[in-house]
């Protein structure tokens, strides 16, 4: 059974704003909450691998993992997917960052299954992202908003 999760925001700012503070992952952990470093282990191009490493998690786990995203400015998209799997049998996203009127619209798409040894289902694993992109998103949206105003 495969995961699909599709979360969007709108963000009051310009595009050039959002799209470089939302695709410089050596600042995610000040735009995510739940990251507690990323370390980027390698640039070719538009093509950036680096590793998330996670807050600890209520048991005192810390989960970590590498994966490789590909940024397309033209498109207005980016296309990731863990290297370092993890818990998942594959885990791909997709970003899409569409500039309207009042804003830019970022859009969150995952795509994934959670291996039969997971430590939660594939089902649980849809609810639990839904939820943390919504924390996740609104706080992007304050943190880009904020900088925009300047």
Same mark, same amino acid.
């Given at each position: 059974?495969?995961?699909?999760?599709?979360?969007?925001?709108?963000?009051?700012?310009?595009?050039?704003?959002?799209?470089?503070?939302?695709?410089?992952?050596?600042?995610?952990?000040?735009?995510?909450?739940?990251?507690?470093?990323?370390?980027?282990?390698?640039?070719?191009?538009?093509?950036?691998?680096?590793?998330?490493?996670?807050?600890?998690?209520?048991?005192?786990?810390?989960?970590?993992?590498?994966?490789?995203?590909?940024?397309?400015?033209?498109?207005?998209?980016? =296309? /990731?997917?863990?290297?370092?799997?993890?818990?998942?049998?594959?885990?791909?996203?997709?970003?899409?960052?569409?500039?309207?009127?009042?804003?830019?619209?970022? =859009?969150?798409?995952?795509?994934?299954?959670?291996?039969?040894?997971?430590?939660?289902?594939?089902?649980?694993?849809?609810?639990?992202?839904? =939820?943390?992109?919504?924390?996740?998103?609104?706080?992007?949206?304050?943190?880009?908003?904020?900088? /925009?105003?300047?």
């Amino acid at each position: 059974m495969s995961g699909h999760t599709d979360n969007s925001v709108l963000i009051d700012a310009p595009l050039d704003l959002v799209w470089r503070m939302t695709n410089d992952v050596a600042s995610w952990p000040g735009l995510f909450s739940e990251y507690a470093a990323t370390e980027v282990l390698d640039r070719r191009g538009d093509t950036v691998l680096f590793r998330i490493t996670m807050h600890p998690d209520e048991q005192g786990r810390t989960w970590s993992w590498v994966s490789e995203r590909t940024q397309d400015r033209a498109a207005g998209s980016v =296309r /990731a997917h863990r290297v370092e799997t993890g818990p998942f049998k594959y885990m791909s996203l997709f970003w899409e960052y569409e500039e309207t009127e009042r804003g830019v619209v970022l =859009r969150w798409v995952q795509d994934f299954e959670m291996k039969p040894t997971a430590p939660v289902t594939t089902v649980d694993m849809v609810a639990r992202i839904n =939820r943390n992109s919504a924390v996740q998103q609104k706080l992007i949206k304050e943190r880009v908003e904020a900088a /925009a105003r300047g």
